[in-house]
């Protein structure tokens, strides 16, 4: 029997589960968004000395919904539609190969809108050039950490690694978050308990990071802890990105002012020659 797992929801981030964006609570034009699970239901997170869970009820009482899990180990939610008379798909996961369960293997981003879609994370190496849905390792070892001069790398808009192994301090910030990581020789990185109170809580890695993604928009911050060549790398591209923006932003400013001169321009000269020809006639 396989026991491994297949998909990975993530941790309750305040919002959501991590790994499933559809879930988040989040309104468009202050009106619930139902195009997506935020509009269906309410979702509230439990944790007490009775145990951890996640309660949701739905909010228009008239709506039908099922939450399914199929043999295959897919999981899809469901509407019935009166219209049509069936059942119509409104979420399931996995929804591409990156929400497969540690596709990418262990130190390694996946990124479905990438054509090579498994990367490793910043300071690791895949463990065989030929085959990037291994896992990586780090490129440099250390006796404890990532040696003199180390740090973290906010990456942002990410699905958090698999839980497994974390510690949970409900009550430190970030900042001191980041101090407790680096007592530990063991500490990999870190993130926000809660991302809609950023200075509260926070989950700390020891030992492997499986099971991440990037997204887009979705997700939440995770600060990867990095030896000082990876910082200063990160932030010599943050800068050329930066010249790179600020370049571009003078380019469009100075075809926009060139744009305005020529319609100013044209605008004067037909004047004038208006102006001529009433004198004529």
């Known amino acids: 029997m396989n026991l491994a797992p297949y998909w990975r929801g993530g941790p309750w981030n305040g919002r959501s589960l991590s790994g499933t964006p559809d879930l988040s609570t989040r309104v468009k034009s202050n009106r619930a968004d139902f195009n997506n699970e935020a509009g269906l239901f309410n979702y509230s997170f439990v944790s007490n000395k009775q145990g951890t869970y996640i309660t949701f009820h739905l909010r228009n009482t008239s709506v039908f919904s099922s939450l399914v899990l199929e043999p295959t180990g897919i999981v899809k939610r469901v509407t019935w539609r009166e219209d049509s008379q069936d059942w119509a798909l409104f979420w399931l996961e996995p929804d591409d190969s990156c929400d497969v369960y540690a596709n990418c293997g262990s130190y390694s981003m996946c990124n479905f809108n990438n054509a090579i879609k498994c990367s490793c994370l910043p300071g690791f190496e895949p463990l065989s050039p030929h085959d990037w849905r291994t896992r990586c390792v780090e490129k440099r070892k250390f006796q404890c950490g990532k040696g003199a001069g180390e740090g973290f790398l906010k990456m ?20 001191e978050c980041e101090m407790e990581c680096l007592r530990s020789c063991n500490c990999s990185g870190y993130a926000s308990l809660d ?5 509260q809580g926070c989950l700390a890695w020891y030992g492997e990071l499986n099971d991440m993604q990037q997204y887009t928009d979705e997700g939440q911050d995770f600060y990867l802890r990095v030896e000082a060549g990876e910082l200063a790398a990160y932030a010599k591209n943050s800068s050329k990105s930066s010249k790179a923006t600020n370049w571009m932003v003078r380019v469009i400013i100075l075809f926009a002012i060139a744009l305005l001169l020529l319609f100013v321009s044209i605008y004067l000269h037909s004047r004038k020659k208006r102006a001529r020809k009433g004198k004529k006639s």
């Open 195 to 199: 991302i809609n109170n950023e200075g």
């Open 156 to 175: 942002a808009n990410v699905k958090i690694p698999d839980a497994i192994g974390t510690h949970v301090y409900t009550n430190l910030s970030l900042k």
